[in-house]
């Protein structure tokens, strides 16, 4: 019999400080008729400083034990506390007397201004966790921990984590051993627990007067600063809890050249810190954030790996490969949506859903518009004419509208799609033989739909305003009397993007002639390498030499149309999505000597 | 058993640990302001009411408004104008968050909820919440004028007040007597002078007339009651203000440029001006709309509105034998010099702005393009070439005016039928002065051409309103009035007609400066060599509506 007891104590005490120092210098042009001379832009020094303490302390104890060979057991528990303040603070003054000695105090402008901005959050906890294995082939682990922490009220701070996770090697069965040289080894695992999340801002549930600095108007001669009612707080707040299920199984076959592990699990998100419904506008701010909605995951991750070598012309050959494929959705269980509101989450909502309009193609001519139901609610600066959009009258009431956008009343609004990245995958294999080598590295998403957003103008070009760039994919592509069968319908300008959010008009109408294929898979690196041989480099006193050329997101399958999008970079902003830094395509050639 | 000990007593010791200490994790904000602790001084109200001034115009919404009614055209097509407004599905006026609407009003409420704790006497208390229920009035009356009925709240709500934020609209005349009610106590408790351009009893006096105004007549029109209640109201602000002795008319006594000035000035004249919105170059905060005139962006006024414009002897252009097919180089002779002040017209000429150190150009209209009228506002352009830069202009934007508060009470009286010679010479005749113009009497003879226009005007003194009507269209054009003129007035109509710009003969060549040579051509084809501009008129048929409310 051996047992151990081990104690650990740490503490860690962080003081990050930094300073920074802009400068601003105004650009000076002339006038095409260089009769003036503009400036543009005000010279000025911005002096900031922040700080940042944390202090974090551990201590936990360690009891292990191993009894009569085949039962051993760990048992630990601690406790922790987190201690996180931040501040910072800078001056801004406009209005350099010379802008080479760029100083607060050479500076003109009476009205500088200055900027402060800091918080603090606390947290204890305490955990333990118990191991438990029996003869190699039973294993159990049991956590619970406990949080308190500062960002919520005070009867609300303390969440609660137990978690259990036991696995069963079966291929250690006596029972197994006839098959043990097929499967060298198999576990099952299965696991059940709680996690906590506490992503709010420092002072979620503390109403706090708004001050936004100076106010646009000038009172009194200048423009002062103002302050502002407080934003709604919610009265109850409190950790949003993340509950999974998962049950696994890895294998190992082949003498252990294939190994495998597949997982399917059920992650429970239960009040989840999320903005509540909308509430009629007349209440005058936005709804506190509460814990607002539960939803379901359920998704399966699948793993194989597979090792091997043989010889080729008398020279082993080593070559391995894995494949990495996923998917998950995930479906509202809870949130409180009473009109059924559809941009708004409701039970049964998949995450990701678009909802729009059947695109049934161009109207031919004047007649087909009249014999077609009424578009005229989703008109926007041009009434609808032949060469423009048209649309499937599904709940075939004579006009195509959007309803109240509710669960009982969409009008023709239908579930057209969903933008989940389904079946993410990657795969990357290596080959090497005799010093060469190649390693490749794939990367994709099978599924997703992607709607471009009213005001992606990379992809909409002058139908979303005219001052857009002239795109080859649009000016090609645009619907004449003579070119019906175009993409994009009859030229105008404004024709998406301008009518404001969530409109509903004109080209802005979500719809399934312009939802793309998000699918895609990339080359993320591709390796060619040569490792030269011993005998020579050693005559020459080095180690290794290697010679090697890399490239980097060198191709890709692109399923949107015209390919105008990068799919793995639809990131959204105020200027729509797909506006990202580009990935670039690199090329490398190296040579690395190692002495 | 030792082990099992261990374990129990460390969990217990761990867990108390965590539970016990709950206050002591305790956190407040160590960068914002905590409401417990405002709301201690003066300076407290005074920084909360700071935050109420973003709701007055900007200078685009003012000098730009008029493009929402019948005294100009623009490009493009001004939605509402053309009859083409529908419901949005998000609208500033009405939304959550936005500064000019429901946010604003909570804004103001919690102030009016809070303010009392101060430790400040009461008339600096009664001062600051005199400022909050003005401008809660100016609000609920843009929203009434915008809307008809609304609900009034006059107490934030919380989420949980589903009840309050659910509840159907009020009925105009609850919102309109509680627009009143914070209108008297801003008159009652304002204090008489203030800072610049900050809220003062006389700003609230003069809104009092307006809004007032706006009600008795809107009511009027309609037949709603106590129409003569407001108009009565109006009438009593109005000359309060008066005989207050406050305000003057700016006036060098030179008519051919005062009434351009008045406008253009980097800072607005304080005897005429109540209240205006202040822009300085040196604040770095200015705006555009001399650059918007000049650019490409554009609006003309409307021929209506030129036909509107007396002639200098006080003679009506529209009783002239053949005034009708009168030529933009014609028509501007002999007439009343606000015309000059307010139109390009061929006797005008400014800064060349590709070519400053030149002589002053005549701008010739871009007709059919940026000006399709012909008839190119110059009223609040600053004929300065650094000016006509994008974001450089300083001319501070008229909120309210002196001559305004003078209309109104001219024509309040002229509504409720007390109208006399004496009140036209204390009012629209002081305006006439300053124009250089004849002054109106009360024996002014019918205009047919008014009454077509207006034509639910009836009563003795129909001749007179119409004329009040016509000063107040010259005297107040571009200054963001007339759309809601002609709403209270219930001649909506008047946006239904086909807007028209300068008459033209026929094809042909024309000067419209007069320097001697042609400067248009209007002609059936493009030439392959074109020398002149190519013009063309635009005929628009327009309507109007109330505004619907989104439906979040």
């Known amino acids: 019999m051996n047992n151990k007891l081990r104690g650990f104590v740490s503490y860690t005490f962080r003081n990050i400080t930094g300073n920074n120092q802009d400068n601003y210098i105004p650009i000076f042009y002339q006038t095409a008729d260089e009769t003036r001379t503009i400036q543009d832009g005000r010279s000025g020094i911005g002096v900031g400083s922040n700080q940042t303490i944390q202090k974090v302390l551990n201590a936990y104890m360690e009891y292990e034990q191993t009894l009569a060979a085949k039962h051993y057991l760990k048992v630990m528990a601690g406790i922790g506390s987190e201690r996180y303040h931040t501040e910072s603070n800078s001056i801004f003054r406009n209005d350099l007397i010379n802008t080479g000695t760029p100083t607060l105090q050479l500076a003109l402008d009476p009205n500088s201004s200055f900027t402060s901005d800091g918080g603090e959050y606390a947290l204890n906890s305490a955990y333990s966790r118990i191991n438990y294995t029996y003869d190699n082939k039973y294993l159990l682990e049991l956590n619970a921990r406990m949080d308190a922490t500062s960002r919520f009220p005070v009867n609300d701070r303390v969440g609660y984590f137990p978690s259990v996770s036991a696995g069963w090697r079966i291929s250690e069965e006596g029972f197994f051993s006839g098959l043990k040289s097929v499967i060298n080894d198999a576990k099952f695992r299965f696991s059940y627990g709680s996690l906590g999340n506490q992503d709010v801002s420092y002072y979620e549930y503390i109403a706090s007067l708004r001050s936004e600095g100076k106010i646009g108007n000038i009172i009194g001669g200048t423009h002062p600063p103002a302050v502002y009612a407080p934003g709604l707080v919610s009265s109850s707040l409190t950790w949003e809890k993340q509950n999974s299920k998962n049950l696994g199984i890895d294998l190992a076959l082949l003498k252990n050249r294939l190994s495998t592990s597949f997982d399917y699990y059920i992650r429970d998100i239960k009040d989840m810190l999320t903005v509540p419904q909308q509430l009629p506008a007349v209440l005058g701010t936005a709804p506190p954030l509460t814990n607002a909605a539960d939803l379901r995951t359920k998704g399966w991750e699948m793993t194989l790996t597979w090792n091997d070598k043989f010889n080729v012309a008398g020279s082993p050959l080593s070559y391995n490969f894995r494949f990495v494929l996923s998917d998950n959705q995930t479906t509202i269980t809870k949130f409180n949506n009473p009109n059924g509101l559809i941009k708004d989450w409701y039970v049964g909502k998949k995450v990701g859903e678009i909802w729009g309009m059947i695109g049934d193609g161009f109207f031919t001519s004047d007649e087909d518009v009249a014999n077609h139901a009424d578009q005229s609610e989703l008109d926007g600066y041009y009434g609808f004419q032949a060469g423009d959009p048209k649309y499937v009258d599904l709940n075939g009431d004579g006009k195509i509208n959007i309803g109240k956008q509710t669960l009982t009343d969409h009008g023709d609004l239908t579930i057209i799609g969903n933008n989940t990245p389904r079946y993410t995958f990657g795969f990357n294999t290596s080959v090497a033989w005799k010093g060469f080598d190649v390693s490749i590295f794939l990367q994709g998403v099978g599924k997703r739909d992607y709607w471009p957003g009213d005001r992606t103008g990379y992809f909409w070009g002058q139908y979303f305003a005219p001052w857009e760039q002239v795109y080859k994919h649009v000016i090609d592509n645009v619907w004449t009397p003579e070119n019906p069968d175009a993409y994009f319908p009859r030229f105008a300008g404004w024709r998406v993007g301008d009518f404001g959010l969530d409109a509903w008009r004109d080209m802005g109408v979500v719809q399934t002639r312009y939802l793309q294929n998000g699918a895609y898979m990339r080359i993320k690196n591709l390796t060619l390498g040569y490792n030269l041989p011993a005998e020579i480099i050693n005559k020459l006193g080095l180690k290794q030499v290697r010679l090697y050329l890399s490239g980097e997101n060198i191709g890709e399958i692109n399923k949107t149309k015209f390919k105008v999008l990068d799919p793995e970079a639809l990131t959204s902003s105020s200027w729509g999505t797909g506006k990202a830094y580009p990935f670039q395509r690199t090329y490398s050639a190296g040579l690395n000597i190692t002495f | ?552």
């Open chain 2, 1 to 552: 058993m030792c082990k099992n000990k261990f374990l129990l007593l460390s969990l217990i010791i761990t867990g108390s640990i965590v539970t016990s200490c709950k206050k002591e994790l305790d956190r407040f904000p160590i960068a914002t302001i905590a409401p417990q602790t405002f709301f201690k001084t003066e300076k407290d109200l005074e920084l909360f009411t700071n935050g109420f001034y973003g709701y007055i115009p900007s200078a685009q919404t003012i000098m730009e408004g008029d493009g929402q009614s019948d005294n100009q055209e623009t490009v493009p097509r001004n939605r509402v104008v053309e009859g083409a407004h529908l419901i949005p599905s998000t609208d500033s006026r009405w939304s959550t968050n936005s500064s000019l609407s429901w946010g604003y009003l909570r804004n103001i409420n919690y102030f009016l909820e809070n303010y009392s704790k101060a430790d400040a006497p009461d008339a600096a208390k009664n001062h600051h919440a005199g400022i909050a229920r003005f401008f809660r009035a100016w609000f609920y009356y843009d929203m009434v004028a915008r809307f008809g009925d609304v609900p009034w709240y006059s107490k934030t709500m919380s989420s949980e007040d589903t009840e309050q934020f659910n509840r159907p609209r009020d009925p105009r005349t609850l919102v309109m007597d509680s627009v009143l009610a914070d209108l008297n106590f801003a008159v009652a408790n304002l204090r008489t002078t203030t800072p610049l351009w900050t809220i003062h009893k006389y700003v609230a006096l003069a809104f009092k007339a307006r809004i007032c105004l706006f009600e008795g007549t809107w009511r009027k029109y309609r037949q709603l009651a106590d129409a003569d209640k407001f108009l009565t109201q109006a009438k009593e602000a109005a000359k309060e203000l008066i005989d207050a002795n406050k305000y003057t008319l700016y006036t060098t006594g030179n008519p051919d440029v005062d009434y351009y000035n008045l406008f253009q000035m980097d800072a607005i004249s304080t005897s005429e001006v109540i209240l205006a919105r202040e822009y300085r170059t040196d604040l770095n905060i200015m705006h555009s709309v001399t650059a918007d005139i000049n650019g490409g962006y554009g609006w003309a006024y409307t021929k209506s509105l030129i036909n509107s414009y007396l002639m200098k002897d006080g003679s009506r252009f529209t009783d002239k034998p053949g005034y009708a097919t009168m030529t933009y180089m014609q028509e501007f002779a002999n007439r009343d010099p606000r015309l000059l002040q307010t139109s390009v017209n061929p006797f005008y000429k400014r800064f060349n702005p590709s070519n400053i150190t030149g002589p002053k150009v005549s701008p010739n209209p871009r007709i059919g393009g940026a000006n399709p009228t012909g008839y190119a506002q110059i009223k609040f352009y600053q004929d300065d070439p650094n000016k006509v830069i994008y974001g450089q202009s300083d001319n501070d934007a008229p909120i309210i005016r002196y001559a305004e508060a003078l209309l109104i009470y001219a024509e309040a009286r002229a509504e409720l039928g007390e109208l006399t010679q004496a009140d036209l010479d204390l009012t629209v005749n002081k305006l006439r002065a300053r124009a250089g113009m004849p002054a109106l009497t009360m024996a002014v003879s019918l205009d047919p051409v008014l009454a077509a226009q207006y034509p639910n005007v009836s009563g003795p003194m129909k001749n007179i309103v119409l004329e009040i009507r016509r000063e107040r269209r010259v005297e107040l054009v571009s200054e963001n009035l007339r759309y809601l003129d002609l709403m209270r007035w219930k001649v909506g109509a008047l946006l239904a007609e086909v807007f028209k710009g300068a008459y033209f003969p026929g094809l042909g060549e024309y000067d419209l400066n007069l320097d001697g040579s042609p400067e248009y051509a209007i002609v059936t084809a493009q030439p392959t060599n074109p020398t002149l501009a190519l013009l063309m008129l635009l005929l628009i048929q327009t309507y109007f509506c109330l505004m619907g409310i989104p439906a979040i």
